[in-house]
C-alpha cells in the first residue's frame, strides 16, 4: 500500500476506541498534520471491521481491548480480508502478550496510549510506508522472545483456534450465555456449543474459568 491515501495526498486513517473523550483527542492529534486525516471513526470492534471492510483507508488504529471484537481480532480478520490496510494498534498496557499477540494478529505497530501525543503521528506515517512502529520495550521483548524460541525450537509455534472459536472464547469469558453467544454473532446456539467443545478439544479448556483465564492471556479480555 502507498503511504498517500485520498486525492489530497494524506494517509487515510480509520480511529476505533470505545472511550469518545479518547477518539476525540487522538483526532485532534491527527488531523494537526496535514497529511493524515481521520475518515471514519467505530466506537467497538464490529463497527470498526465493517467500516474497515467498507471504507477507503490506509491505516486502522485499534484500540487493543474493545467491546464485541477486541482490537485484535479485527487486525486478524483485516489481515486475512484487506491485508493493504495498515493496522496500528493502541493499548493503555505495555504488556507483552498484548504485543506478541498483536504481531500475531498481523498489527504493524503498536503505540502505548501514554505515549501517543508523542507516538502516533509517526506510527501512522511509518506503518502507512509499509515499516514496523513499536515503542522500545516492545522491540526488546520481540529480540528477546525470538532469541529464546529459537534456542527452545519454538518459532513454529501456531494459535489452534479459528477466528470464530476466538471469537466464542472472548464472549464466554465476558459472560454471556450461549444464547446471547448465538445471537450476537448471528449463529445457531448448536454451532456455539460446537465450537466451545472445538475449544475444549484443542485446549483442554472445559469450564469457564479455564476459558476465561485463556481469554486474559491472549488479551482477548482485560483482567
Known amino acids: 500500500m502507498s ?49 474497515a471492510l467498507r471504507e ?22 483485516l489481515s486475512r480480508q484487506r491485508p493493504q490496510v495498515r493496522c496500528l ?6 504488556n507483552e502478550q498484548f504485543f506478541f ?41 520481540l529480540v528477546r522472545h525470538y532469541v529464546e524460541a529459537a534456542r527452545e525450537g519454538r518459532l513454529g509455534d501456531d494459535d489452534p483456534l479459528t477466528t470464530r ?10 459472560g454471556h450465555t450461549t444464547r446471547e453467544i448465538a445471537r450476537l454473532l448471528g449463529i445457531s446456539e448448536h454451532t456455539v456449543d460446537r465450537h466451545r467443545a472445538n475449544v475444549a478439544e484443542k485446549l483442554g479448556l472445559r469450564d469457564r474459568v479455564a476459558i476465561t483465564r485463556y481469554a486474559i492471556r491472549r488479551g482477548l479480555v482485560q483482567p
Open 89 to 94: 494498534m493502541l493499548s493503555m498496557h505495555d
Open 101 to 141: 499477540e498483536a504481531l500475531r494478529a498481523g498489527a504493524s505497530g503498536y503505540v502505548r496510549k501514554v505515549d501517543a501525543d508523542d507516538e502516533l503521528v509517526e506510527a501512522c506515517r511509518a506503518v502507512a510506508r509499509g515499516e514496523p512502529f513499536f515503542f522500545p520495550d516492545g522491540v526488546s521483548a
Open 3 to 51: 503511504g498517500a491515501g485520498g486525492g489530497n495526498g494524506s494517509i487515510r486513517i480509520l480511529l476505533a476506541d470505545d472511550h469518545t473523550l479518547v477518539r476525540r483527542g487522538l483526532r485532534l492529534v491527527l488531523e494537526s498534520q496535514p497529511d493524515l486525516a481521520v475518515v471514519a471513526e467505530a466506537g467497538d470492534g464490529r463497527e470498526a471491521l465493517d467500516l
Open 56 to 77: 477507503e483507508i490506509d491505516v486502522a488504529i485499534l484500540d487493543v481491548a474493545m467491546p464485541r471484537l477486541t482490537g485484535l481480532q479485527v487486525a486478524w480478520e
Open 165 to 174: 472459536e476466538t471469537e466464542v472464547v472472548k464472549l464466554i469469558a465476558e
